[in-house]
């Protein structure tokens, strides 16, 4: 058993260095956005920013780093999907802001999703040649729209996304958070996404910052309108189509607020998963088991085997099980060392990684159950009743 053990720590050990190696060479040479202009050039360019705020989202702290954006050239589009709400000081505060519009969706339109239909809702009210898409978890920082725009202009951007920084707000966030960024990371690779040769896409979908004629030309949330993932099918489209798609680092931009609960965490995160095993209840077994193999086992076969030592009355220079504890903590200082990394890039707080199995089981199950799940359990994304037409 302990001969088992120890080639299995050594082949994880293989394939966790090589995930890692596979990360760090990912993020190099992600573009971070420079400092902002002090003096603008003229004409200046426009940009207008679709904020959606759907029901059961506190759009506070959005909606006031919006309007604390200094660009002159900006219009903002407040877009209040199917019955979302503000504070009355928050709307006396937007209805005196001359760049602001209120719009409000009150019925969902049969074959839309909720959130297709507020952002095309709010792309009809959008003035510039740039406008950026956000949803109010999203939370700019000073001169994020000037900055965002600078490197979409200076690149050649038809879309722009990022990776904003992560804010923790519950001991829930600080364990799975990270986690579930680590795993999503280990799957993508951003040097590839902004590789113009490349078919691979992906980004951040609370923050896309299109060029107006591309995004026309794609067809818009209108040729995605009953699509659960149509940031996904936007970004595929983008690359597909011959436009330049690019990620940047966007920690310095933009924050994305938490979520306090745990069952909120649970249902958001069960529909990337969902996506990503392509709702397959077998690919959803197997990667649920990948899970378990590379970042929960090994770290319980050291711990049973430093048990093991503690109360085998084996000399402990003598037991096979001293081999598993020598190449298990280097598989741990490897794991540790990955989510080091990760907290660089994405300013994230890691103090709970030691608790990476729990993190591991707990993703593992949400894996398996996310195949099982029934659309009207995702919050936000799909209109089911509109899809049904009822």
Request: hydrophobic residues 50%; proline residues 4%.
């Given at each position: 058993m302990a001969t088992?053990?120890?080639?299995?720590?050594?082949?994880?050990?293989?394939?966790?260095?090589?995930?890692?190696?596979?990360?760090?060479?990912?993020?190099?040479?992600?573009?971070?956005?420079?400092?902002?202009?002090?003096?603008?050039?003229?004409p200046l360019t426009g940009i207008s920013v679709v904020l959606l705020i759907e029901p059961n989202v506190d759009p506070e702290h959005a909606v006031a780093s919006l309007q604390a954006q200094k660009y002159p050239k900006l219009d903002l589009v407040i877009v209040l999907s199917d019955g979302a709400g503000l504070e009355e000081r928050t709307r006396?505060?937007?209805?005196?802001?001359?760049?602001?519009?209120?719009i409000e969706t009150r019925s969902l339109t049969v074959?839309?999703?909720?959130?297709?239909?507020?952002?095309?809702?709010?792309?009809?009210?959008?003035?510039?040649?740039?406008?950026?898409?956000?949803?109010?978890?999203?939370?700019?920082?000073?001169?994020?729209?000037?900055?965002?725009?600078?490197?979409?202009?200076?690149?050649?951007?038809?879309l722009l996304t990022i990776f904003p920084a992560f804010t923790a707000i519950s001991r829930s966030e600080r364990l799975m958070i990270p986690f579930f960024l680590q795993l999503t990371l280990?799957?993508?690779?951003?040097?590839?996404?902004?590789?113009?040769?490349?078919?691979?896409?992906?980004?951040?979908?609370?923050?896309?910052?299109?060029?107006?004629?591309?995004?026309?030309?794609?067809?818009?949330?209108?040729?995605?309108r009953a699509d659960r993932f149509s940031d996904s099918t936007l970004a595929q489209t983008i690359k597909d189509r011959g436009y330049r798609l690019l990620v940047a680092n966007g920690t310095d931009l933009a924050v994305l607020q938490g979520q306090a609960r745990f069952r909120d965490i649970?249902?958001?995160?069960?529909?990337?998963?969902?996506?990503?095993i392509d709702n397959n209840a077998k690919h959803a077994a197997l990667l649920a088991a990948l899970v378990l193999a590379l970042f929960a086992v090994p770290w319980?076969?050291?711990?049973?085997?430093?048990?093991?030592?503690?109360?085998?009355?084996?000399?402990?220079?003598?037991?096979?099980?001293?081999?598993?504890?020598?190449?298990?903590?280097?598989?741990?200082?490897?794991?540790?060392?990955?989510?080091?990394?990760?907290?660089?890039?994405?300013?994230?707080?890691?103090?709970?990684?030691?608790?990476?199995?729990?993190?591991?089981?707990i993703t593992a199950v949400m894996i398996v159950t996310s195949s099982l799940r029934l659309e009207e359990s995702w919050l936000g994304r799909l209109a089911d009743r509109a899809l049904a037409g009822r």
């Open positions: 088992i053990a120890f080639f299995y720590e050594a082949l994880t050990l293989l394939v966790v260095g090589l995930l890692f190696v596979s990360f760090v060479r990912s993020v190099q040479g992600v573009p971070v956005p420079s400092a902002a202009r002090r003096k603008h050039s003229s006396s505060r937007l209805e005196a802001d001359a760049r602001v519009r209120l074959g839309w999703t909720r959130q297709n239909e507020g952002y095309a809702a709010g792309f009809r009210a959008a003035r510039h040649d740039y406008v950026l898409f956000m949803d109010a978890n999203v939370m700019l920082r000073a001169e994020g729209v000037e900055r965002a725009l600078g490197l979409a202009k200076r690149r050649g951007t038809d280990a799957g993508v690779s951003l040097r590839k996404i902004n590789d113009a040769n490349s078919d691979a896409a992906g980004g951040f979908a609370p923050f896309f910052l299109f060029r107006r004629a591309a995004y026309e030309a794609l067809g818009g949330h209108a040729a995605v649970w249902t958001s995160w069960s529909e990337s998963f969902n996506e990503a319980l076969l050291v711990a049973a085997a430093v048990l093991r030592l503690a109360t085998s009355p084996e000399p402990v220079a003598m037991s096979p099980w001293l081999g598993v504890v020598i190449i298990g903590i280097p598989n741990i200082m490897l794991a540790m060392l990955h989510r080091r990394a990760l907290r660089n890039l994405l300013d994230i707080d890691d103090s709970l990684a030691w608790l990476q199995p729990l993190a591991a089981i």
